[in-house]
């Protein structure tokens, strides 16, 4: 009985011990082990996280050990909970100091700590990971050693200013190693930091290109450019290699004094052997070095730029230690079993290797023809360069261009090309055999590009003209259309590509070709296809009076032609009309009746066209030709109109000059993949200018590291403030946010929005006139961006503003397409007077010592900016600035000058205003739409609320208000917010179809625009879900092919469409 008593007890006991700890969390300590912790600290719910923690919180109470438990635990510390954050930092506190990988004896253990802390992207702990790559790039494990220099573009895309020259001097130590692996490692980190901090390849260049070629595959080609570049920018261009082009005067066959040299007879000899078209070299070798846009740009005064690169910007690179050596480690590496290696090889010896060294890289790249489809693609474009500018490169390995029958089109078609190049008058003949199987092929559109090929032969080798137009004459004759299996939609594309490859052979050389034209006319009843009679119609009329017979055919022809002009297409009839004008004005006196006569009637025929473009052009030759027709027909005598005729003979007088090849004027580094696109890819830049890296500038690089030494214990020890906590960019500008929109109410009646003050840090009385430091409102996406962060101790919220700067409406400039030009307020806040205030490039001061600012491809263009004499206290001056932005991504380094001082700003592009208004209607947005699916379609969701402060509470009970319509408020609200923060068209709005009013699912806004830089549309589209009166779900979609780009807007578009509306 007792015993059953006590039990019952025991019982109660720990009942009313439960009662007392409901809504508490002591139940953890009974059993803090009854159920899997893994599996919670791995869940989507932080509720479940939660209850992980706080059991491992409680295994430590009771003095378990739980440090196993501790990677899962650390990557927790990124999530948004408050609660969960709290308490994986409890956890810490007792964990932290036992986790010291970095010492950890085994080498893996310490590579992938450092891996680990280089992966947490956060400004707060970067301090720390530079002091952990510092101390790991002298670790004596190679993988260490490669792995810190893999850290080190991770630490450098975190953009902090402070830390650039440490990672600079830690590059330099791994390149500086004896393992190949980590240089190669060190060398695609200094091409990511700092590819144009030179001084520092330098001083290790002779020991890197020894390493070259035990350096892994992929360190080697990035190896190969940046030593391509130092050499280059370091000692100049080789006179022996193609690079010659640039000396003036090299093709000139004057005499002129630097011909004095022993050696410049010797170099243009050498130059000449080899090259078919030397404009060409010269036009390849300037796009190298300027960059195409550039060499584009100034493509009409070529003389200005070649006489640029005078002699003392060449070297020889056979006498030249520093390009012998690079020649001699780069030659082993064009027979690299990677087929990149081999390109960026080729590339070096391309640009720098005497003339009659180059065959080195022939084979080589004929051997990579056996590779892979993608690879033969690659190395054929780099080919088709080489053999534009040095055909006898490859002349002699005819057959290893030829065409085979698993050749994809594009490699049939870059094969074409190349074999149309190289062909020498040995050669021609094999080639032709081989071009008849190919006008034969299935493909017609592969045998249309062969048929354009035999015209460029032809045009190359004038001795093979007329066998060219022979055979192309037999491709067009009617036995040979008739007999076509093909359709008459793909014959229709050969026959095209035919008389055109013979027109241009036929301008070369008119006279010689007076039977090819007759055949023509005698066979183009026959030929049925409109493009193709319309071309042979201005044969006709072009060439009418060549020879003796075409003069006499030429009144017959037009009779026959005006015959048919209604049933003519309106290609043909074009050049009835314009034949008929140039046979009137090149008749003779006996033949002129006849030519005015068909004239007169084809005029009265095109009178009554249908097509209004063929009345029109009827009705402007009928107003040149006005003194020899009136309003009646046909006058005996010329009136007074001269100028009418003297007009008309200059259109239609002239005959057509042989035109030079069309070839692609834009060319890019050999193994680049700019090359491969045929623009500019991100990240490429050409050629730095020759002899631009002098002796102050490798002496003021070896004085920097010594300077970044003496600063390492200042960022390190400087990062912390007096709590503790890392004082980073992002805390500066969320508190000053306030002050800067308070500072922005001030300007509204300029509608602009304030994006920088400056202002006085310290003692505002003391320092009113200097200017302290650029604080910025917005965040990354801001147009002006902050540049120093303010001390630790300073008082933030006590900074006063003495000026401001603000934008307001940015758009195309009418200075150059490239440019976008920016309305700038420049504000005085302050009780003083400013003078002399203008805005300059930070590069401007390199400018002034030789350097061009425009061979920095990646760096945007700032033009010169009006100088503001005095800004007194209240006032504001307006100035339009005009910048190019390369890349949405690129920031414009900024100099703004005041009272004789400079401070940095930093112009931020906001990738809205990187688009221009499309105009079009909801036809051709749909269609344009369905032609960018897939890979070119990018759909993100967010919360839209900006209505709900115009609704107001009408609605709360479901009724609406009828003095408001409440889609049109929605739709107001969303294309405001849409148009205010980037510039697009609004296309079309569908409101929903549904009976009730306060449903606005289906509601659907679509915008276009298009890329300034390249016209690329992008296509956006708004669709809302959910109640009028309360928050809609947006889904945001956009159609680009710019990739990168359309994301970008994308998240743009989403996070301001999510940020509630300011009130005022």
């Not at 792995?147 to 390149?175: M, Q, S, T, V, W």
């Not at 078919?276 to 584009?296: F, T």
């Not at 991100?682 to 003496?710: F, N, R």
């Amino acid at each position: 009985m007792f015993t059953q008593l006590s039990t019952t007890a025991d019982n109660f006991s720990k009942a009313s011990s439960m009662v007392f700890r409901i809504g508490t969390d002591a139940h953890l300590y009974d059993d803090p082990d009854d159920v899997s912790i893994s599996p919670l600290l791995d869940s989507k719910f932080d509720s479940e996280k939660c209850e992980a923690l706080k059991r491992l919180l409680a295994l430590i109470a009771q003095g378990l050990d739980v440090s196993n438990y501790f990677p899962q635990v650390v990557k927790n510390v990124a999530s948004q909970s408050l609660e969960v954050k709290k308490l994986v930092y409890l956890y810490l506190l007792h964990y932290a100091e036992r986790q010291r990988d970095l010492g950890d004896q085994n080498p893996l253990v310490r590579a992938w700590a450092l891996r680990t802390m280089a992966g947490i992207r956060l400004h707060v702990i970067s301090p720390l990971v530079l002091v952990a790559v510092r101390k790991c790039a002298r670790d004596p494990s190679v993988y260490v050693r490669k792995c810190a220099a893999n850290a080190l573009p991770k630490l450098h895309d975190l953009r902090l200013e402070e830390n650039a020259a440490a990672i600079i001097e830690i590059i330099e130590i791994l390149l500086n190693d004896n393992s190949p692996g980590v240089v190669g490692a060190a060398a695609a980190a200094f091409a990511f930091v700092c590819p144009n901090d030179l001084p520092v390849i330098g001083r290790n260049y002779k020991r890197l290109c020894e390493i070259l070629p035990d350096v892994e595959e992929w360190g080697q080609i990035i190896l190969i450019g940046i030593l391509l570049r130092y050499v280059i920018a370091r000692h100049g261009l080789a006179k022996e290699s193609i690079m010659a082009s640039l000396l003036p005067n090299i093709f000139s066959n004057e005499k002129t004094g630097s011909e004095s040299d022993t050696g410049y007879l010797e170099i243009k000899k050498t130059y000449e052997i080899g090259l078919q078209e030397p404009e060409l070299v010269a036009m390849v070798s300037r796009s190298y070095l300027a960059g195409p846009d550039k060499h584009l740009l100034h493509l009409n005064n070529s003389d200005v730029i070649s006489s640029d690169y005078i002699s003392s910007r060449f070297t020889s690179s056979k006498t030249d230690d520093n390009v012998k050596i690079l020649l001699q480690c780069t030659l082993p590496l064009l027979w690299s079993r990677n087929s990149a290696v081999v390109l960026a090889a080729a590339g070096v010896h391309w640009i720098m290797a005497p003339m009659e060294e180059i065959s080195k890289i022939v084979k080589p790249l004929l051997f990579l023809l056996r590779s892979s489809d993608a690879s033969k693609y690659v190395v054929l474009c780099n080919i088709q360069v080489f053999a534009k500018v040095m055909p006898s490169l490859f002349a002699a390995n005819i057959e290893d261009f030829f065409i085979s029958s698993s050749d994809a089109y594009q490699v049939k078609a870059l094969k074409l090309e190349i074999l149309s190049s190289i062909a020498t008058d040995a050669s021609i003949s094999v080639i032709f055999q081989e071009f008849q199987d190919y006008v034969r092929d299935p493909d017609r559109r592969f045998a249309a590009d062969t048929v354009a090929a035999i015209g460029v032969c032809a045009k190359r080798n004038p001795q093979v003209a007329n066998t060219c137009v022979e055979g192309l004459l037999a491709l067009i004759s009617p036995k040979s259309i008739n007999s076509t299996s093909g359709s008459m939609d793909d014959e229709a594309v050969v026959l095209i590509q035919a008389l055109t490859s013979i027109k241009d052979i036929i301008t070369q050389d008119p006279l010689s070709h007076e039977n090819a034209i007759i055949y023509l006319i005698r066979n183009l009843d026959a030929i049925k296809v409109p493009v193709a009679r319309a071309m042979i119609v201005w044969i006709v009329g072009e060439y009418n009076s060549i020879g003796n017979i075409i003069p006499k055919m030429v009144s017959i022809i037009l009779r026959f032609l005006a015959r048919g002009f209604p049933s003519e297409s309106i290609e043909t009839k074009y050049q009835i009309l314009n034949a008929a004008v140039k046979v009137l004005l090149n008749s003779k006196e006996e033949d002129f009746d006849t030519a005015k006569s068909i004239l007169n009637y084809v005029f009265e025929l095109a009178k009554f066209d249908f097509n209004y473009d063929v009345r029109d052009r009827a009705r402007v030759l009928r107003k040149l030709l006005s003194c020899y027709f009136s309003s009646s027909g046909l006058e005996e005598k010329p009136d007074n109109n001269e100028i009418w005729l003297l007009l008309a003979e200059h259109i239609f007088g002239e005959k057509v000059k042989p035109s030079t090849e069309m070839v692609n004027n834009r060319f890019y580094l050999p193994g680049s993949l700019s090359q491969i696109v045929f623009h500019a890819a991100p990240g490429y830049e050409p050629l730095p200018e020759p002899c631009s890296l002098t002796e102050s500038d490798m002496v003021k690089g070896l004085e920097e590291p010594a300077q970044a030494e003496a600063n390492d214990s200042d960022v390190d020890s400087g990062s912390l403030n007096e709590e503790g906590s890392y004082y980073s960019e992002d805390s500066v500008t969320t508190s000053t946010r306030t002050d800067s929109e308070s500072a922005a109410s001030e300007s509204d009646n300029n509608n602009t929005d304030s994006l920088i003050n400056l202002s006085d840090v310290g003692k505002p009385q003391e320092e009113t006139n200097d200017l302290g430091e650029l604080m910025s409102k917005g965040d990354l996406e801001s147009w002006l961006d902050d540049n120093d962060n303010p001390g630790p101790s300073q008082n933030v919220a006590e900074r006063v503003p003495s000026a401001r700067i603000s934008i307001g409406d940015i758009k195309e400039s009418a200075v150059s397409p490239p440019l976008v030009s920016v309305d700038t307020f420049f504000e005085n806040c302050s009780s003083d007077s400013m003078s002399k205030i203008f805005l300059t490039n930070e590069d401007s001061e390199s400018l002034d010592q030789g350097s061009s600012l425009e061979s920095q491809k990646d760096v945007p263009v700032f033009a010169p900016m009006e100088e503001i004499s005095i800004l007194e206290p209240g006032q504001t001056i307006k100035r339009v600035i005009h910048v190019h932005f390369h890349h949405h991504l690129l920031p414009l380094k900024l100099i703004l000058w005041c009272n004789d001082k400079k401070h940095p700003v930093k112009l931020r592009p906001d990738i809205g205003f990187f688009l221009k208004p499309l105009m079009m209607d909801l036809d051709a947005f749909s269609q344009k739409e369905s032609q960018l699916p897939g890979m070119f379609e990018y759909t993100r969701r967010c919360s839209f609320t900006d209505h709900l402060a115009e609704l107001g509470s009408d609605g709360k009970d479901g009724d609406v208000s009828p003095t408001k319509d409440s889609f049109l408020i929605i739709c107001q609200c969303l294309a405001s917010r849409m148009l205010s923060n980037a510039n697009l068209h609004l296309v079309s709005v569908n409101m929903p179809v549904d009976a009730n009013l306060n449903d606005a699912s289906g509601l659907c806004l679509r915008f276009s625009g298009e890329i300034l830089s390249n016209s690329i549309p992008c296509l956006v589209s708004v669709t809302l879900d959910g109640k009028c009166f309360e928050p809609l779900n947006a889904s945001v979609k956009i159609n680009c092919e710019e990739t990168v780009f359309g994301l970008n807007l994308l998240n743009r578009i989403v996070n301001f469409l999510a940020e509630p509306q300011l009130t005022t």
